[in-house]
């Protein structure tokens, strides 16, 4: 069956023959003007053809076609199968099953059977993981996750008489665009969607290591923190103890607390003894209240390296702070320690592990992994602007560390009109240019951030740590300081000074393009030794240097460095690399031809394109985005140089489909709402398929041309209306 349809209304459409009939009537006396010419006849028939046309579309007509449907029509059954409805929250003839094992449970019984009069049922599954042989007679993509839209969206694409659609899930969708999208389009085709919400809508008390994020390497006799995160779904606090594990070997334990129905993030200290490449694994014992006993760990890999960290300490006197630091990094055995000392009408120190002059190229600056910047400036005697803006770019550029450590001269101050100023974490005191002195002893109090943070870690137990801060001798003189510059965490303030922004900031860091920042506001860190010797003091310089150089030893080897960023990424995280290369000299490589290639787990090859960064540090840029998990192998090379590294790259995989978790309903109901369906409980199963059994057939297809929209009329009208005109001309009328 088929009609026109119009757009207008009826005086338009009579507005519109008489249009016509006008086009007609002033052709006619327009060829009984012209002698009754055949040319003349011709181009007025094809005027008027024109108008007719013209006159026509702005009616906007539409050539509608009915296509009555012949084959029965269609329900489709989609049930979930993704690792969530593992969940055993279901209550079954008095006994407590699986989600999954409820559905099995109906399909035996093939509840869809009323269905089966008058329509043809479709009966499938969606979100399967790999290892589960689902028959799928909908053809749905199997992906670990789930992917409600897409399952939708299949659906609606393969089905060309689709009556309704029920859902058997407990709607957690977790990859893919929001369902709601596709459901506006179920709504445009008067197609519902009927859901049955299977689990319940608490959460199963439980406890859960959800995530562990361990760093890719660590240092052989350095300890290492493992910051994890367990969730707790227990209506109670519970005391427990967490363990480090390399098979059945305990490396380290720590007890916790942990909050009741609350996340809990913390760090576990581990000291290996030995170098090289561990599978680790954290876990915790099982609750008797636990639902789920199974989720009460979870493996991690890391490596174990030796490294050398280079490091340059420059001051302009030998005061008490930098002697004391010069003294525990030179006995360091993990630290290639060289010092600088700019002696005020005296010249450079000199001595073992002193230079001369301060290193100020680039090939000569680039080996340094931290450097030490005290009470020294920009100026005659001290640091050039050169000299600053080399040290900006190793920042910046290569991802070295910084350290700002301001003595009484007040040198610092002539930073800030340097280079060096954007790195600064914190905005100086110009009108206390030597600082602020008190007569009573002052201490650092860590702020929020830098309770739990590396670098102010004495004691793996927060509250241990934060009494040995406060007991920690204090300082009778710091910085000038205003405020912290935005960006910038502080971990550390004056205990007595505050201003208009609150305590004057002391120990403040910051990232500075690929580098690290860190200012530390007081000179009397040496005090720390008092009684103790080193346990303090040198600790935390320690982990100050490897904090910073952590990220320029990810991958190396001669000539060539690896970085990248995040150190642990999950599949669907954009991978920022960095290769620092550098030729047979020890210069940076400037515009040579640098090559990188990456194979994932399957053995799938990929080019890397590797892009130089300016600056002249030989530094080069790329990125990937993993689609599947396990260790990526890369390889950068620089063949006109003899340069080559091989690295793996570990992609964790991200464990979508968790169990425990309460089902989505307000997903699933406002899915129904939109479509006209209906979201019910598992015990209104049969209710939904009497509902379903006496929805109406689906409307005959309409399939409607605008004519009025469709290019090739509007050229046809254009065409006619060139060669009337054109041949006007031809003909020699006016």
């Known amino acids: 069956m088929s009609h026109w349809s119009f757009a207008a209304s009826l005086m338009v459409i009579l507005a519109g023959i008489g249009v016509v009939a006008l086009a007609a009537w002033l052709g006619w006396g327009n060829w009984q ?29 539409e050539f509608v076609r009915r296509i009555q449907r012949t084959e029965p029509p269609q329900v489709a059954i989609l ?34 059977k009323p269905l089966e009069t008058g329509s043809e049922v479709l009966v499938g599954a969606f979100a399967a993981p790999p290892d589960l042989t689902v028959t799928n007679t909908l053809g749905q993509a199997r992906e670990i996750g789930t992917d409600l839209s897409g399952a939708l969206g299949s659906v609606l694409k393969q089905q060309r008489n689709l009556k309704a659609v ?5 709607g957690d969708w977790n990859l893919g665009p929001s369902p709601i999208g596709i459901a506006t389009r179920y709504r445009d085709q008067g197609i519902p969607i009927y859901n049955v919400v299977t689990g319940r809508d608490e959460t199963i008390p439980d406890l859960a290591m959800e995530e562990i994020a361990a760093p890719a390497y660590g240092l052989f006799g350095e300890q290492i923190a493992i910051p994890y995160t367990v969730q707790s779904h227990l209506p109670r606090d519970v005391a427990t103890e967490v363990r480090l594990m390399h ?17 809990f993030r913390d760090s576990i200290m581990w000291y290996p003894r030995e170098v090289g490449e561990f599978d680790l694994r954290l876990e915790f014992p099982v609750e008797p209240d636990e639902g789920l006993r199974d989720n009460n760990s979870a493996a991690f890999h890391i490596a174990v390296r030796v490294v050398k960290l280079t490091v340059l300490v420059v001051d302009s006197q030998p005061r008490w702070e930098y002697r004391f630091l010069r003294n525990a990094l030179a006995r360091d055995p993990g630290v290639d320690l060289s010092c600088m000392l700019f002696h005020p009408n005296i010249g450079t120190g000199g001595g073992r592990d002193y230079l001369s002059t301060f290193p100020g190229s680039r090939e000569m600056l680039s080996r340094y992994d931290v450097i030490f910047l005290g009470d020294v400036g920009v100026g005659r005697g001290q640091l050039s602007a050169k000299d600053a803006e080399l040290i900006k770019g190793l920042v910046e550029q290569q991802g070295s560390g910084l350290v700002f450590m301001p003595g009484r001269r007040g040198n610092h101050l002539s930073l800030m009109n340097s280079a ?83 305590r004057i ?17 007081t000179d009397s860190a040496w005090r720390w030794r008092r009684g103790v010797e080193d346990k303090f003091h040198y600790r935390f310089w ?27 990424p999950k599949v669907g995280d954009r991978v920022f690399m960095q290769a620092t290369v550098l030729d047979e000299a020890g210069f940076p490589l400037e515009n040579g031809e640098v090559n990188g290639a990456i194979v994932s787990p399957t053995g799938r090859g990929e080019q890397l394109e590797l892009t130089e960064v300016g600056g002249g540090w030989g530094v080069y840029s790329a990125e990937f985005l993993p689609q599947e998990g396990g260790p990526f192998e890369i390889t950068i090379s620089a063949p006109e140089h003899d340069r080559e590294l ?30 006209g369906g209906e979201s019910v409980n598992t015990g209104d199963l049969d209710e939904i398929i009497k509902k379903i059994s006496v929805l109406p057939e689906p409307r005959p297809v309409e399939i409607r041309t605008r004519l009025w929209s469709n290019p090739w009329w509007g050229s046809a009208i254009l065409l006619l209306l060139l060669v009337y005109w054109t041949g006007r001309k031809l003909v020699g009328l006016v």
């Open 33 to 61: 003007r012209n002698g009754r010419r055949g040319k003349v006849a011709l181009l007025e028939v094809i005027r008027f053809v024109a108008v007719a046309m013209l006159t026509f579309t702005l009616l906007r007509p």
């Open 79 to 112: 049930r979930d199968a993704s690792g969530s409805m593992q969940t055993r929250d279901v209550v079954s003839t008095n006994n407590i099953i699986t989600r999954t094992a409820w559905i099995d449970s109906q399909n035996k019984r093939a509840f869809w």
């Open 166 to 170: 029920l859902l058997l899930t407990d």
């Open 247 to 263: 098979g059945t070997e305990q490396l380290a334990a720590r007890k916790i607390s942990l909050p009741a129905n609350s996340r």
């Open 420 to 502: 060096l100023k954007e790195l600064m974490p914190v905005v100086l005191d110009d009108a206390k240019p030597t600082g602020v002195g008190l007569q009573n002893e002052s201490v650092l109090t860590l702020s929020n951030r830098g309770r739990g943070h590396l670098l102010t870690r004495f004691d793996a137990d927060e509250m241990v740590n934060e009494q040995i801060w406060k007991m920690l001798p204090g300082f009778y003189w710091s910085t000038g300081v205003t405020k912290s510059r935005p960006g910038s965490e502080v971990l550390a303030v004056h205990s007595e000074l505050r201003n208009q922004w609150g």
């Open 505 to 521: 900031p002391l120990l403040a860091i910051r990232s500075a393009g690929r580098g690290k920042v860190l200012f530390m506001g």
């Open 542 to 568: 320690s982990q100050v240097a490897r904090w910073m150089a952590h990220k320029r030893h990810l991958a190396e080897r001669e000539g060539i460095r690896l970085s990248y960023t995040p150190e642990t």
């Open 646 to 675: 091989i690295t793996k790259l570990i992609v964790t995989l991200p464990k979508r489909e968790k169990l425990g978790r309460p089902v989505n309903r307000p997903v699933l109901a406002e899915i129904a709402s939109i479509t």
